[in-house]
């Protein structure tokens, strides 16, 4: 991996540019347990730097914290923090990223490179977003740390890759409910899986998912015995998506069982 000479403001563009395809992360590659050896400051940065460079991101990522170990009151320890943060980014040490990059914000809150380590928070818990068979906390925090990076700093670049990633993160949840809201329905828990589909409806809307979920707010009301609603939910699925599969079986659905019922 080339970082192209990243320095201490981590050249925004180029930091940019190699983070968002959140490919270029490397494993562990075999760490190696560094030995404490005093080194002077700027030949231990640049020897961290040239792991880095080399694609030995978690050798690197502690050699930066050496820096800071090392030469704590040195304006390199600044710059070794952040550069810290990304190296175990790149090396997929997700948390590890996380704790450098709060580290920094907490010790530089007002630095200029605060919504680049804001951005690598949100990054570091984006990376791990499981299935949604599996539980969805991870999502929901990087939900949250996306929302921070667009709330915090909505005229950067940042922002508008985390917009970009916040939608993929909204429909990544809005497929958690409808995957639960399913199973509800086969349990034959109607009001259960109704409560999940509203959700879809009401709180991911601009998702994938709203259209199946309109269906099966159909589904679910003639089930329950509520036909009014059902008509409603599939007027509603007709004249958002009209030429859907879901509607087409939403009006089947509706001819079947409902036919001549006014929505209340």
Not at 73 to 95: G, H, I, K
Request: hydrophobic residues 40%.
């Amino acid at each position: 991996m080339q970082t192209k000479r990243l320095k201490p403001a981590l050249a925004a563009t180029a930091a940019l540019a190699t983070l968002v395809t959140g490919g270029c992360a490397s494993g562990a590659g075999g760490q190696k347990e560094l030995a404490y050896v005093a080194r002077d400051v700027e030949s231990l940065y640049a020897e961290a730097k040239r792991r880095l460079d080399a694609g030995n991101a978690p050798v690197a990522a502690a050699l930066f914290d050496e820096v800071e170990r090392q030469h704590p009151y040195s304006p390199w320890a600044r710059r070794a923090q952040l550069m810290s943060a990304f190296s175990y980014y790149v090396a997929a040490d997700y948390n590890k990223s996380v704790q450098s990059s709060r580290r920094f914000l907490s010790i530089h809150p007002g630095n200029k490179d605060a919504p680049y380590a804001y951005y690598l928070i949100a990054l570091s818990y984006y990376e791990q977003i499981s299935d949604i068979h599996r539980d969805q906390k991870i999502t929901e925090q990087a939900q949250t740390a996306l929302r921070e990076v667009v709330r915090r700093y909505p005229q950067t670049q940042y922002a508008s890759d985390a917009s970009l990633k916040l939608d993929l993160v909204q429909d990544h949840l809005a497929g958690k409910e409808m995957e639960i809201g399913r199973f509800y329905g086969r349990s034959g828990k109607w009001l259960a899986a109704q409560l999940r589909f509203q959700n879809v409806v009401e709180k991911y809307q601009t998702t994938s998912h709203a259209p199946e979920a309109l269906y099966r707010l159909t589904e679910s009301s003639l089930a329950l015995g509520i036909p009014e609603e059902a008509v409603k939910y599939s007027a509603v699925l007709g004249a958002n998506y009209p030429g859907s599969e879901w509607y087409e079986k939403a009006y089947e659905l509706i001819e079947d069982h409902a036919a001549g019922v006014q929505a209340t």
